[in-house]
């Protein structure tokens, strides 16, 4: 494979998502198995400003695939938003010898690094890491399946307690902007409803969804809600509106915040990690850039950080049809 690449820096930026670590393992062997060099860059674009940099090699990744979080840190950095800022992280790139880039976060992380590559004529390829799998591109993105089993595991235990003292349970998810983490881990855990950014139910469809519930026979219900539902301002408006109208339940919230971020991978997270790294580096060993690697119908394919940033990903309608079945 000619190329003239020599030393490819990886570093992961924006909210950190499980499987990141797998990615840098699968970069940083790719380019040994290559026979190039691999450079860490510790706290994203923030380590690049600062010329925060560390030597990698195969063994440096050893046992690393099955933790979460990120070994290489992760921050914001309103520095490299300046093309002053761009052009100190530039120079430290060059002065490392680095030549080419490889990005492991989400859309915003992708954005910074097609402004880079458009300056400085550098070569960029990303990896979409961010468990609320709201990246145009790919059918998956890092994290998303092992936070999906957090929160399903998480819920099973509510449900333990809400059929003990006959309660309703709120439980929020992430998805400010996407209802794919509530809609699959609601399927999932078996919740008699889904609340979701896509999907307005309204405060009295969903009095009546409940009503018919435990006209039914059911004596507790949980309630999955993305944090961007507009259904009410909030999930405790939500709370305490079926509270009012329906006083024979004990009404509880519970918030999973950023317990859905962390933890060990799950294997598909691993193993997609460790195609999507290979893919990144071949793809730039191959002279492409600005894009991301992404996965459709189980190959790896490539899609234009530009479409990938403003493209929209769309809620599986069909999973939305199998939930208004399965959650009579």
Same mark, same amino acid.
């Not at 992760?74 to 060059?94: I, N, V």
């Not at 997609?272 to 191959?286: I, K, P, T």
């Not at 950080?305 to 999973?319: M, V």
């Given at each position: 494979? +000619?190329?003239?690449?020599?030393?490819?820096?990886?570093?992961?930026?924006?909210?950190?998502?499980?499987? *990141?670590?797998?990615?840098?393992? +699968?970069?940083?062997? $790719?380019?040994?198995? &290559?026979?190039?060099?691999?450079?860490?860059? &510790?706290?994203?674009?923030?380590?690049?400003?600062?010329?925060?940099?560390?030597?990698?090699?195969?063994?440096?990744?050893?046992?690393?695939?099955?933790?979460?979080?990120?070994?290489?840190?992760?921050?914001?950095?309103?520095?490299?938003?300046? $093309?002053?800022?761009?052009?100190?992280?530039?120079?430290?790139?060059?002065?490392?010898?680095?030549?080419?880039?490889?990005?492991?976060?989400?859309?915003?992380?992708?954005?910074?690094?097609?402004?880079?590559?458009?300056?400085? %004529?550098?070569?960029?390829?990303?990896?979409?890491?961010?468990?609320?799998? %709201?990246?145009? @591109?790919?059918?998956?993105?890092?994290?998303?399946?092992?936070?999906?089993?957090?929160?399903?595991?998480?819920?099973?235990?509510?449900?333990?307690? =809400?059929?003990?003292?006959?309660?309703?349970?709120?439980?929020?998810? *992430?998805?400010?902007?996407?209802?794919?983490?509530?809609?699959?881990? @609601?399927?999932?855990?078996?919740?008699?409803?889904?609340?979701?950014?896509?999907?307005?139910?309204?405060?009295?469809?969903?009095?009546?969804?409940?009503?018919?519930?435990?006209?039914?026979?059911?004596?507790?219900?949980?309630?999955?809600?993305?944090?961007?539902?507009?259904?009410?301002?909030?999930?405790?408006?939500?709370?305490? &509106?079926?509270?009012?109208?329906?006083?024979?339940?004990?009404?509880?919230? $519970?918030?999973?915040?950023?317990?859905?971020?962390?933890?060990?991978?799950?294997?598909? %997270?691993?193993?997609?990690?460790?195609?999507? @790294?290979?893919?990144?580096?071949? +793809?730039?060993?191959? @002279?492409?850039?600005?894009? *991301?690697?992404?996965?459709?119908?189980?190959? *790896?394919?490539?899609?234009?950080?530009?479409? =990938?940033?403003?493209?929209?990903?769309?809620?599986?309608?069909?999973?939305?049809?199998?939930? %208004?079945?399965?959650?009579?």
């Amino acid at each position: 494979m +000619a190329s003239k690449i020599k030393k490819v820096g990886v570093f992961t930026s924006g909210g950190d998502a499980p499987g *990141m670590n797998a990615a840098i393992r +699968a970069v940083v062997r $790719s380019c040994a198995y &290559y026979k190039i060099d691999c450079v860490g860059i &510790y706290r994203g674009y923030q380590g690049m400003v600062e010329g925060d940099f560390i030597s990698l090699n195969a063994r440096s990744v050893n046992n690393i695939i099955n933790k979460g979080g990120t070994i290489l840190k992760t921050s914001r950095c309103q520095e490299f938003r300046t $093309s002053e800022g761009r052009k100190k992280a530039f120079d430290h790139l060059k002065a490392e010898g680095i030549d080419a880039l490889v990005v492991i976060g989400g859309d915003g992380s992708f954005t910074g690094g097609m402004i880079f590559s458009q300056e400085f %004529d550098f070569p960029v390829m990303g990896i979409p890491g961010t468990i609320d799998n %709201d990246i145009f @591109g790919t059918l998956n993105t890092l994290g998303f399946d092992t936070a999906l089993n957090t929160v399903v595991e998480v819920i099973d235990k509510i449900r333990d307690t =809400a059929s003990s003292h006959d309660r309703l349970f709120f439980v929020e998810v *992430m998805g400010r902007d996407v209802g794919h983490i509530a809609l699959n881990a @609601g399927i999932g855990a078996g919740a008699e409803e889904i609340l979701i950014p896509e999907e307005d139910l309204g405060l009295e469809r969903l009095l009546e969804s409940l009503k018919r519930s435990r006209a039914s026979g059911k004596t507790s219900s949980i309630v999955v809600v993305a944090e961007g539902d507009r259904t009410g301002k909030n999930v405790f408006e939500l709370k305490d &509106y079926v509270k009012e109208h329906m006083p024979m339940y004990g009404v509880r919230v $519970s918030v999973l915040g950023h317990l859905q971020r962390g933890g060990a991978p799950s294997c598909f %997270d691993r193993v997609l990690a460790s195609r999507m @790294g290979v893919s990144a580096v071949e +793809a730039l060993l191959e @002279g492409k850039t600005n894009l *991301m690697v992404g996965i459709q119908n189980n190959e *790896m394919i490539l899609t234009p950080f530009e479409k =990938a940033i403003k493209g929209r990903t769309k809620i599986d309608t069909e999973l939305i049809r199998v939930s %208004d079945i399965v959650t009579i």
